[in-house]
């Protein structure tokens, strides 16, 4: 079946990195995807990663995936306080039947 | 546009109302979702139409029921909802077919049932 991984919480200091790590079950996902969701509002997909690739980068983001220990991460660089909430590791089959993970809350301090 | 219009955004009804949430996209989307969340839990997978016919059916009670009139369009219509059923209704649209990558979402439907 289907599972996918990730831990709670994460505090980080504005300015630096921060890393949020997912990892995943099912070996036939096509596609891995980091949605945002803030207070009170529905989900902002970030970036996404066709699972035949490695790396992405999109701006202070950076997606690694290690599809062998099928282990996502998403780094933001540069953390800032707007970058506060849930973070969702995601996977689907071609984008459709998607599974979530239970989200990382990014607390970034001043 | 990358839009998914979400209505009503917070709807308070009661055990015996009976309610209607929607859900609109101009994507040419063919796939869209019906989830619930709770407070502090990811999305949960409701309901998923692909061109208009119910696929799947995640073994929701039949307080819920979707309807999808068109392809830019899906409903879905609640009651005698229980308290417990009280949490955010994401709707979120993809293409539904093997070059669609992601899955966009609306701002939800914060619902209390009292």
């Known amino acids: 079946g289907e599972d996918v991984e990730q831990s709670l919480f994460l505090s980080v200091r504005e300015g630096d990195s921060s890393v949020i790590n997912c990892t995943y079950t099912?070996?036939?996902?096509?596609?891995l995807y980091w949605y945002k969701q803030e207070p009170g509002a529905g989900l902002q997909l970030l970036t996404y990663?066709?699972?035949?690739?490695d790396m992405k980068q999109d701006q202070r983001l950076t997606v690694l995936l290690n599809k062998k220990d099928k282990h996502l991460s998403l780094r933001i660089a540069d953390t800032q306080t707007g970058d506060s909430a849930i973070y969702f590791c995601a996977e689907s089959i071609y984008g459709q039947n998607f599974v979530f993970g239970p989200g990382t809350r990014l607390s970034v301090l001043p | 546009d990358t839009e998914v219009t979400q209505t009503p955004k917070h709807l308070v009804m009661g055990m015996t109302n009976k309610k209607s949430l929607k859900c609109e996209q101009h994507m040419g989307h063919r796939a869209m979702y019906w989830y619930k969340q709770k407070a502090k839990k990811p999305p949960e997978l409701m309901f998923v139409y692909s061109y208009e016919k119910l696929s799947i059916n995640e073994s929701v009670p039949s307080r819920f029921s979707p309807e999808c009139p068109n392809s830019s369009l899906l409903n879905l219509h609640l009651h005698a909802l229980q308290p417990e059923d009280s949490a955010l209704y994401l709707c979120?649209?993809?293409?539904?077919?093997?070059?669609?990558?992601?899955?966009?979402f609306g701002q939800g439907t914060r619902l209390t049932v009292v």
């Open positions: 990663i066709f699972s035949n690739m």
């Open positions: 099912d070996s036939s996902s096509t596609y």
């Open positions: 979120a649209s993809s293409r539904g077919d093997r070059e669609g990558t992601e899955a966009f």
